[in-house]
Structure formats: structure tokens, C-alpha cells
């Protein structure tokens, strides 16, 4: 494998994130930079769910995203957050900086912690 990315080191608990949602799949954080009052970044877990960008997605992990947009839309729910933008940055081109396939939530409302 190349290089661990920031988000290989937050699952691995060697880099401290603020987390907002957990299953056994699926983390939710806070983004450290948040672009909206809410803003949370969704990754998968698993080492066979790694992917590094839409970009790159196959056959084989082409449930991945599936796996996010329903965190997404769980941890939404849960929060009663009933507005929210979901964002993939695709690629470099596509604003994409980190290379761990993650999904932006954001919404201008905010919830009870
Ligand atoms: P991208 O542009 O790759 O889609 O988004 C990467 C996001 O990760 C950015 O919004 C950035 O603020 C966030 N980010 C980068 N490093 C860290 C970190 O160490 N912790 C957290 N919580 N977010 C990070």
C-alpha cells in the first residue's frame, strides 16, 4: 500500500479527530476546517472498503459510497438536521486533497451535541 493517509491515522487512533457518528463500517468526524456550521466527513472503516477517490472506484468497491451517503443520511437524521449538501471531491481537479475516499456532509443548521 502507499503511503497512510491523515484518515488511515485517524482510524487508527494516531491522530485525534472529533467523532460525531461510529458503526462497525462507517466514522464520522468533524472536518478541522469546516465550511458550513456543520460539517462532518464520512469514511469506511474496512481495509477492503479503502478506496482513494471516486476516481478510482470499481466494480468491486462500488458499494463503498453507498456505505457513506447512509451514514450520511443516518447521522442527519439522528441530529434532526433535516438540510444538508453531500460533496465527493473527485480527483486533484476536483478539489480532492486528502486520498481516502470520504463524503462531505454540510448544513447550515447546526444540532445539540
Ligand atoms: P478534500 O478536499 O480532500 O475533499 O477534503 C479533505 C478535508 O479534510 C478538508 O476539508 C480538510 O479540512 C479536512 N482535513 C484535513 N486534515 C484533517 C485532519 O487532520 N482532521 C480533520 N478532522 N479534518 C481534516
Same mark, same amino acid.
Given at each position: 500500500?502507499?503511503?497512510?493517509? $491523515?484518515?488511515? =491515522?485517524? %482510524?487508527a487512533g494516531e491522530i485525534s479527530s ?11 468526524? =468533524?472536518? %478541522?476546517?469546516?465550511? #458550513?456550521?456543520? /460539517?462532518? +466527513?464520512?469514511? *469506511?472503516? =474496512?481495509? @477492503?472498503?479503502?478506496?482513494?477517490? $471516486? %476516481?478510482? +472506484?470499481?466494480?468491486?468497491? *462500488? /458499494?463503498?459510497?453507498?456505505? &457513506?451517503?447512509? #451514514?450520511?443520511?443516518?447521522?442527519? #437524521?439522528? =441530529?434532526? $438536521?433535516?438540510?444538508?449538501? +453531500?460533496?465527493? /471531491?473527485c480527483g486533484k481537479g476536483g478539489g480532492? @486533497?486528502?486520498?481516502? +475516499?470520504? &463524503? /462531505? ?6 444540532? *445539540?451535541?
Amino acid at each position: 500500500m502507499s503511503e497512510p493517509t $491523515i484518515f488511515h =491515522k485517524i %482510524i487508527a487512533g494516531e491522530i485525534s479527530s472529533d467523532k460525531v457518528f461510529e458503526t462497525e463500517e462507517v466514522l464520522g468526524f =468533524k472536518d %478541522i476546517h469546516p465550511k #458550513a456550521p456543520t /460539517h462532518v +466527513l464520512f469514511i *469506511a472503516k =474496512k481495509e @477492503e472498503d479503502f478506496v482513494d477517490s $471516486i %476516481i478510482n +472506484l470499481t466494480e468491486e468497491t *462500488a /458499494h463503498v459510497p453507498g456505505k &457513506l451517503v447512509r #451514514a450520511a443520511q443516518e447521522f442527519a #437524521a439522528q =441530529k434532526g $438536521i433535516e438540510g444538508y449538501k +453531500l460533496t465527493f /471531491h473527485c480527483g486533484k481537479g476536483g478539489g480532492q @486533497e486528502v486520498f481516502y +475516499l470520504h &463524503l /462531505h456532509l454540510m448544513s447550515q443548521e447546526t444540532y *445539540a451535541e
